[in-house]
């Protein structure tokens, strides 16, 4: 399996507060990744990263930012969390644009 | 945009039965495209991927699948399914040379009966 953590894996938060999500990996791959997976919808692209401070939005971005200062580190921060951004979070990493790796995943409940 | 459909959004069948699983997108040009499955619980594993060369890609657990350019599909099958497959299968696809951006299907779910 790729080396790849998420912290926190489950996390209670209320609406209006900040949360940040790490995703790690030891591969030293190039290409990272955020998901959320929603009921009905699949997994849907937030955020990716080409390379260290290098980034861009996803399909569903309003209301994420994301940060890489390393390359083995991509942070994914709701400024203001809303109980529309409850969802379980996927991190996922690759080296050459084919085939990408998950980890395990955060769920999260903003109430 | 791209888009991938999945047809069946929950798939019943029996133990050792064989079982396929719908995939269609929508691009027209060139693609790679991708199955994963997801335990319950659990992150999402690669079974198995089409980036170039033969129609017909065999993956991991006994699964293959074909890709179609003509009708744009690529459907996943298992000849004889065991009680160990029930889980969420995800057809996704990207351009290649364009960061790897997967577009997920809506997910299937296969529920394998004793």
């Not at chain 1, 955020?47 to 980034?55: A, C, Q």
């Not at chain 1, 990493?93 to 955060?106: C, D, N, R, V």
């Not at chain 2, 657990?61 to 003509?70: C, D, H, P, Q």
């Amino acid at each position: 399996d790729a080396g790849i953590t998420q912290s926190p894996r489950h996390k209670v938060t209320e609406t209006g507060t900040p949360v940040t999500l790490r995703c790690h990996q030891t591969e030293n791959h190039r290409y990272m990744y955020w998901y959320r997976q929603d009921p009905g919808h699949g997994l849907r692209l937030i955020h990716y990263s080409y390379g260290v401070k290098d980034t861009d939005k996803g399909e569903v971005s309003d209301g994420y930012s994301v940060s890489r200062s390393k390359t083995e580190d991509f942070l994914l921060t709701l400024e203001s969390a809303t109980s529309s951004q409850t969802s379980v979070y996927f991190c996922a990493i690759s080296e050459a644009q084919e085939t990408q790796y998950f980890g395990p995943g955060t769920r999260l409940l903003v109430l | 945009a791209q888009s991938v459909t999945q047809l069946d959004s929950q798939v019943p069948v029996f133990e050792e039965a064989p079982v396929e699983l719908r995939c269609n997108y929508s691009s027209s040009v060139s693609v790679y495209l991708f199955w994963y499955v997801q335990y319950p619980n659990q992150g999402l594993q690669l079974l198995l991927k089409y980036l170039s060369g033969s129609t017909l890609v065999k993956g991991i657990n006994g699964f293959e699948a074909e890709f179609n350019k003509s009708q744009t599909s690529f459907h996943l099958r298992k000849p004889s399914v065991h009680i160990s497959d029930t889980a969420e299968y995800f057809c996704a696809v990207s351009d290649p040379g364009n960061t790897g951006k997967l577009i997920f299907g809506q997910g299937t779910t296969l529920q394998v009966k004793p």
